[in-house]
């Protein structure tokens, strides 16, 4: 039966092509048009083609875009249900007309889909939270979550399926998207996408010459002539390691799963309906599913079998590779072509192009930041050489050292530290500069130090209106003194009414959030042995009886009373208004300091909000948002909706200055919570450790003069530097800046209960 | 549980007979006899249920010293510690307070979560947390030197974030600080193993799932499962309750009463047992 729609269904898709071809399509574009189609599941896959064969006959130029809007729509509907959206498609278009047609595929909204939604089913995004969390447990990773047809990750995010309708019961359909995620975290963790591959390719005479090319997984596979042929077998030979892998680390989940695989058999071809070449795959996916092939398996497969499944023990992804050279080669030699059946379900099949970009963006995101540094610096008016006197010149010159290696830029020489370098070596462009050997330079060649053309860009500005603070240099061990000027000033109030916008955004958790300050706010707590009171202290009581008995005059504290008020707090909020926290960030920040303020009014503790953000160490700007003194005005509120992101982040100097501003309150407890969302940073030699010191630094100093500081930031790696920074347990990390709003006021209520 | 009678001591003469089960994992016994022979107080810092009483329990037997607890709360007062006066019939009676009788009798005094007591209550141990070892009692006029013997030991956890319950400098700087954490893997499976008679592999899921939950600490946690919980859940499963079952009750529900966080911990269960 099923040969037979097969050899339907590739008929068709050889006159589909032929017309495409009569219309002038170029070959590439054919390709992708078959490629889309392929990515569909049988059912959808059939109608789909039928509709572009109808197509190809009056219409073929709206076949991309078509399946463009196929693609999205298969995000939220399962492969059964696109089949009926599919078929109503056709209807419409025989009906209808293409016009009609067309405005039916282009509603893609899901309001528009529901219509076409069988019951029984689970949605991902229904599940979303619990399923991360399930991940971040299992594997101790921060891994998000997006939707794909197939189940891949790019070892960042993984993709999973928008809809899961496999099965009738709902738990069962979590269980497979469990599976899923589980095998994704596998891969990952058993780095089977992140392969050495020196000398991988061994064996396969033919690709051997192309290794040098080879970086990633990507580049990897190019070297298959047989591409989707290699990546499948990878696939399928890297389940067997995945699989001791999960049955080690997560057995309940496997055993659960166990007859999920016996069922995917039971609905595997037999080997005997298939080319010989296909088979040889499919002969793995029996192996892998069951332990034995259905039909008869080919020779080839036959003597392989024990090291395929030998896989299993494999400890090191390398075993996977030769294996697969193995496979690879003893496949090609047989007959047929390959016809790649539907993967497993749960392992879905990797995507090397995904991984390599992924790997590609990371690599970019470090060039980029040095780039964005140099950038800078070549912005910056490099002193004109020898226009002052030598004595007088802060950029002091150096006869080059031989062995150094100094950075050319607008003939000057620049050294550097280690960090720069490293990154300049990592493969970072720069645009008229280069890297060069002092021994390569003219004799007599004279260097200046990075630091120092910063810092003589800086002494240009006026010190006035701002106050200076010491900075903690931790090379020395010492504070470089009145080193930065930080200019408190007036926010600019913003027009928008974000308050009002956010309070009617979060419209229930304010009110829930308002029950929860009331209960603390009136919380009685009981007090015992007070001078007067409600009650008699009944143990007091009896102490200072016996006490008078025993000739001794007693304290006359028997009384217990309910003390109210016990709260005497000062909060300082000290905002990270840095560029980074452009975006998302900021608003949420923004929003977090509405709901504080909502919280704050109604429990009366006294509190000031203030931001910082900066350009060196001369312009550290502290911007006022609301003082002590202020109430929760309109002006205050304009402020919260101006607050916008800036520049850079040099902590140090507005935490000390926070302190003289904590300073100006009288409170038995004066707290200081930073919002940040990374770690101190700013030009020139602000960054790494040494921001961090000074940070730290000024965070013991604060807390030498009674005040607690408290860090919430939204930094993932954040658990490397904080502890340190500000000590264990005085922070929290929040793993989604969309979680802020409504987690800072539960910081604050578990911080001062 | 040994006998069915209920037997009354005397708080001094509370001796540990029979060895308790530790396992050491950071060579906390040796240190711990060295600050003892040199009369340095000791304070055990750590989460909660990952061993420390148990130490101080061991130590305690150990050294064949009495172990005087007092698991401290709000509402305690000097003279909840130190002692005072009762009435019986026409007279008035001194009665010594724990810490007191410790001093007295040269045993060890455990002040189970420090940061508990009140701020005016901590400050009368540090005359005895120092070179002095005294214990000064306002009320008789009298100021008691420990004996020789006598240990003070105090616990906190730093995991608590209020700012409200610090402890302070002057109090923590008296003290030898010994840090407690979730033993190794190998080593908590060992522990589940002997405290509860339960089999190895077993032992080893409940640790993977109780390192599965330490991950969580930051996601929505405040503590991940302690060793303790582990012991209840193996107890449960040694009686024949199945262990996801066991699982969810002793250690998940006690964790959180998060809903979308219990989901997420009983499906990790699910993927494990």
Request: proline share 4%; net charge negative; charged share 30%.
């Amino acid at each position: 039966m099923q040969a037979t729609i097969d050899s339907y269904a590739e008929r068709l898709m050889g006159e589909l092509i032929k017309n495409l071809r009569l219309n002038f399509f170029e070959n590439q574009d054919i390709i992708a048009i078959i490629d889309t189609i392929d990515m569909f599941d049988h059912a959808p896959r059939r109608k789909l083609l039928v509709l572009c064969f109808i197509l190809s006959e009056a219409t073929p130029s709206i076949i991309p875009g078509m399946l463009k809007r196929v693609k999205r729509v298969a995000l939220t509907l399962d492969p059964d249900d696109l089949a009926k959206w599919i078929d109503t498609a056709a209807e419409v278009l025989s009906g209808q007309g293409t016009d009609a047609f067309f405005q039916f595929i282009s509603n893609v909204d899901t309001e528009h889909l529901k219509a076409f939604v069988s019951l029984e089913r689970l949605r991902l995004k229904d599940i979303t939270d619990t399923l991360q969390l399930y991940i971040k447990g299992i594997s101790g990773h921060d891994f998000s979550v997006s939707t794909d047809i197939e189940p891949s990750t790019d070892m960042d995010t993984i993709y999973l399926p928008a809809v899961l309708s496999r099965f009738k019961r709902p738990e069962d359909n979590l269980l497979v998207y469990l599976l899923m995620a589980a095998h994704k975290w596998a891969q990952v963790a058993c780095g089977t996408l992140t392969p050495d591959m020196s000398g991988a390719l061994a064996g396969l005479a033919y690709a051997e010459s192309q290794e040098e090319g080879i970086q990633d997984l990507e580049t990897f596979f190019n070297a298959f002539p047989q591409r989707e042929l290699a990546i499948d077998l990878f696939t399928l030979l890297e389940a067997f390691m995945l699989d001791t892998f999960l049955w080690r680390e997560l057995p309940g989940l496997m055993e659960r799963a166990a007859p999920l695989k016996d069922e995917v058999y039971n609905e595997r071809p037999s080997l005997d309906e298939l080319s010989e070449k296909t088979a040889f795959v499919e002969g793995i996916y029996h192996y892998y599913l069951r332990g034995a092939a259905k039909g008869t398996a080919p020779e080839a497969l036959l003597h392989l079998h024990d090291r395929i499944t030998a896989l299993r023990h494999a400890a090191d992804p390398q075993e996977i590779m030769s294996a697969l050279v193995a496979c690879y080669q003893a496949a090609v030699k047989l007959t047929g072509e390959y016809e790649p059946q539907r993967p497993v379900f749960f392992l879905g099949t990797i995507k090397p192009d995904r991984v390599a970009k992924r790997l590609r963006a990371k690599r970019n995101e470090m060039k980029r930041k040095l780039e964005g540094m140099i950038e800078k610096l070549l912005k910056m008016p490099l002193p004109e050489r020898r226009q002052h006197r030598r004595s007088h010149s802060i950029v002091h010159e150096h006869p080059v050292k031989p062995e150094q290696e100094y950075l050319v830029i607008k003939g000057q020489n620049i050294a550097m530290d280690d960090t720069v370098k490293d990154k300049l070596k990592g493969g970072a462009v720069v645009s008229e500069g280069r890297l060069v050997k002092g021994s390569n330079l003219a004799s007599g060649s004279v260097y200046v130090n990075l630091e120092d053309i910063i810092r003589a860009e800086e002494v240009g500005r006026t010190q006035q209106d701002g106050i200076a603070y010491d900075e903690w240099d931790y090379h020395r061990g010492d504070y470089k003194k009145d080193w930065c000027i930080v200019y408190e000033q007036d926010l600019q109030p913003g027009d928008e009414p974000f308050v009002e916008q956010t309070l009617k955004r979060y419209r229930g958790s304010v009110a829930q959030l308002r029950k929860k300050f009331e209960t603390l706010k009136t919380i009685r707590q009981k007090v015992r042995k007070q001078k007067d009171g409600d009650a008699i202290d009944l143990d007091a009581a009896v102490e200072a009886l016996s006490d008078l008995h025993a000739g001794l005059s007693p304290e006359g504290m028997i009384y217990t009373s309910f003390n109210r008020n016990t709260r005497d707090i000062a909060v300082l909020f000290l905002l990270d208004m840095s560029g980074s926290t452009k975006g998302w960030v900021n608003v949420a920040e923004k929003e977090a300091l509405v709901l504080m303020c909502e919280a704050l009014e109604l429990l009366g503790d006294r509190y000031a909000i203030y931001g910082f953000s900066g350009m060196t160490r001369t312009r550290c700007d502290y911007f006022h948002i609301k003082s002590f003194r202020e109430g929760y005005a309109e002006e205050v509120k304009r402020r919260i909706a101006g607050i916008t992101p800036r520049d850079y982040t040099r902590m140090g100097a507005p935490i000390r200055h926070s302190a003289t501003v904590l300073k100006t309150v009288e409170a038995r407890t004066k707290l200081l919570i930073a919002l940040s969302d990374g770690r101190p940073e700013d030009w020139g030699s602000y960054k790494g450790d040494y921001g961090i010191e000074d940070t730290r630094k000024a965070l013991l100093e604060i807390r030498e003069q009674g005040i607690r500081p408290f860090c919430i930031t939204i930094d993932r790696e954040a658990s490397l530097y904080l502890p340190h920074m500000f000590g264990e347990s005085n922070f929290i990390v929040i793993d989604e800046v969309r979680k802020l709003p409504g987690r800072i006021v539960e910081i604050y209520r578990g911080l001062t209960l | 549980m040994k006998t069915n009678t209920v037997r009354s001591i005397k708080t001094e003469e509370y001796f540990i007979e029979e060895e308790p089960y530790y396992l050491e994992t950071n060579g906390e016994k040796a240190l711990f006899e060295a600050a003892y022979r040199n009369r340095i107080p000791v304070l055990l810092k750590g989460p909660t249920g990952c061993g420390k009483t148990r130490f101080m329990e061991y130590m305690a037997w150990k050294f064949k010293r009495p172990l005087i607890t007092v698991s401290c709360h709000d509402d305690l007062t000097v003279s909840d510690l130190v002692g005072r006066y009762l009435i019986q019939g026409e007279e008035t009676v001194w009665v010594d307070g724990p810490l007191t009788r410790a001093v007295k009798s040269g045993g060890f005094c455990y002040l189970d979560e420090i940061v508990e007591a009140r701020k005016d209550t901590t400050v009368v141990i540090h005359p005895l947390a120092d070179h002095r070892r005294i214990l000064p009692i306002e009320k008789r006029g009298e100021i008691l030197s420990a004996s020789s013997d006598f240990l003070l030991a105090i616990s906190y956890n730093p995991g608590y974030q209020s700012v409200l319950k610090d402890l302070k400098q002057s109090t923590r700087q008296r003290f030898l600080a010994l840090e407690f954490t979730y033993p190794k893997r190998e080593f908590e499976v060992e522990i589940i193993v002997h405290e509860t008679g339960i089999d190895m592999r077993s032992a080893e899921l409940l640790v993977s799932f109780a390192e599965k939950t330490r991950n969580l600490i930051e996601a929505g946690l405040t503590e991940g499962a302690s060793t303790r919980l582990l012991i209840h859940a193996a107890r449960l499963i040694r009686s024949g309750i199945d262990p996801k079952r066991a699982s969810e009750v002793a250690i998940a529900e006690a964790l959180t009463d998060d809903h979308e966080m219990l989901r997420a911990l009983s499906e990790i269960i699910q993927s494990l047992f």
